[in-house]
């Protein structure tokens, strides 16, 4: 049986494009043709569609209208005011209207509006420069606090507020996903957390699965860059702390940041642009560090990482301080 | 009269990009052409206050196409400032994640923005267009099925060497932050064996080595007739539409050098059609402001260079800057790279007709069949075991540059700290000398002066796209 067809406009705001660049990564199947499986087809990307000039424009203006139907509203990149309220950082080309504008208009036409990235979510980078002197928002968060451009009553033509697939970049698998479960199943208030975010995605925690994870338990960590250790007692990695499933679903087919040997910045987390201090150090009161994993109290994580330490085996306590490992683990002599 | 047209939303390209020609009294052929690039995010203030080792987390979001490029440059100018060298392994690892960056960049321009400008119904009479309609149309076309996974598979070296793609912080000023062991290896090996397969199976449908030894214009229209592949479907096309006669720029070419493998150098007319290919002083470069939505002194080197805005200056007309080398606007970008190291099919075409489409798109292509055997060898000079990555220090205080070829050409990125913070960090990409504006000479950016004289107007072939797309516009790096 073929599945309705579910029409998506996709709009890019001040970003960068990386997560249109990220989601052509989708894997196994190429994108068009995994979309078109669920019935999922673009009215107009601007990195991908035919249209260019007055066809696009025409096009845009009919969904604006209402006289071209569609279903789901994609924006990428944050909503840039600016300056004095002008929207002049960014227009649409060929249109002389500011982008947020455009997407004011169409978001009030569409039966889900999702946020796709960081800064659609929260605003990014942009928003996150001391003054905000761009005006950046997100569509329905300034940073943490609900408003945005769309505001914090908004809810689309489904009943729902703005769909947040947080990340900086997305992984192709959430937007696919999410727009997959909105063609075949729709999806409700209860399916996504407490800032919008599919549910699908964002219920597990960056740290869960995380390769470095026996190095965690004995807090082994690493000193510099390159060491295999866990990163978060020196080198500012919020695995435990970030809501995404990064180390269970592979970047490229294989990646992640904590495999690539870097710390987790928490870009699905709003306000991760501007932590407060380097993004590669952990900061640390009495040598604890201060931003602990969720759920767990202090006194308790203290006593456990001074117990775990002091029993670290060996193996673990050198490999975490290297490039690659020095000691293998033992082969169990006698066992049957 | 003349009149003026405004095209946009310009498509296709990476970031906004509007386009205002002015056309003859026939409105028919563009006399003077003004390129807008109406987004402005401001990332050299976003920089500024932080502290230094924060800009490899925060340059690669200028953008998600040339993201890693962003962080070499960073890391680059970050290790000049630290005195450090990364270790043999930690640059070859750093050479390889660029590398794949900038290949599968060349890959999805010539696939997704392109190539289906080929598909439009102005060309429905030529011989050619239906198999490149078929092929090319916009998200339909049969290509599209195969280059996204082939795409996808080839960065699958960088979910391997750095994590994942986009927006990696595994190029550091020390080297790279992933060892490779000698099982990742052989995998990594595999993977590039598959991506050679697809080059030469559909793209070029000859061996990588065979399409290199191409010698002049003459043997690559004759190597193209008959062959299937989309390198010779495209070239067919072209020839058909006399592409290489369209799209000169001012023919003065710019690179930093990459790999220690292409030169850096700039490569200007000299007397009598003659050129001459001149080592780049970079002390030469400087950024002009005057039709830029920006105010302070008209130019400024970039060590010295300013970023503040004024959305209400008269004569203004895009966010961009100008950059100039000694005053005079450069084109960059892969042409520019293989006509220094003298590769000879590409001089042997623009000798002919001067930087073109055509020329263009055959030297990003030609890139992959040139770069992809040295990443086969780059992989097999790494020794598992050996150090990635080096403890890095830096100054209190100090200036650096860091100088990396992007896929789209030169970028550039001027910083300096004090007080262990960024006190000025200022970025010159390839987009901001192709698509720059006038400066106070008047002197029309590369892309403006390409466009001038070009079929325009309302029954006009896309002949503005192609010349547009060929110097494969990122407009989001644009970031003043």
New interface residues.
Partial sequence: MPAPTVKVLWLQGGGCGGCTQSLLCHEPRPLFAELAGAGIEFVWHPALAAESDHDALALLAACADGSQPFDVLCVEGAMLRGPGGSGRFQRLGGSGEALHSWVSRLAVRARWVLAVGSCTAWGGFSANTPGNPLEACGLQYEVDTPGGLLGADFRSAAGLPVINLAGCPVHPGWVVDTLEKLALEGLTVEELDELGRPLLYAEQLVHHGCPRNEYYEFKASAQKPADLGCLMENLGCKGTQTHADCSLRPWNGQGSCLRGGYACIACTEPGFEAPGHAFQQTPKLAGIPTGLPVDMPKAWFVALAALSKSATPKRVRENAVGDHLRVRPAIKKGQK | MSRRI?????????????LSLDLDADGRSVTAARV?S??????E??LV?R?P??A???VP?????C?VAQSAAAAQALAQLAGVTPPPNGQLAQRLVQATENLADHL?HFY??FM?DF?HPAYAGRPWHAAVAGRF????GSA???V??A???F??L?????????????L?P??????M?SAERIRLLAILREFRAFLEQTLFGDALEAVLALPDADALQAWAAGRAGDLPLFLRAAADLGLERVGQAYERYLSFGAYDLLPAGIRQPGANGAFTVDRLETEKISEDIRHS?LTGPDTLPPAQGETL?D?DKADAYT?CKAPRYADQPAETGALARQLLAGQPLLGDLVARHGASVTARVVARLLELALIVPQMEDWLRAIV??E???L?VELPDSGEACGQVEAARGSLGHWLSVRRGHLERYQIIAPTTWNFSPRDRHDQPGPLEHALVGLPAGPDAPPTV?HVVRSFDPCM?CTVH
């Fill in positions: 405004v095209l946009g939303p310009f498509n296709r390209v990476e970031g906004d990009l509007e807008n109406p987004l402005f995010r401001g990332f203030q976003i206050g502290q080792l924060d490899l987390a925060i979001r200028i953008c998600g196409i993201s999805t997704l923005f289906p598909a149309r916009a998200g339909s599209v099925g195969e996204l996974p795409r996808a598979r960065f699958h960088t979910g391997f060497l750095a994590g994942r793609w986009p927006h990696t912080l595994a550091q020390g080297g790279s932050t992933k060892a062991s939505w805005v959305a966010w598992p075991g150090a990635f990555c403890p796209q989001v």
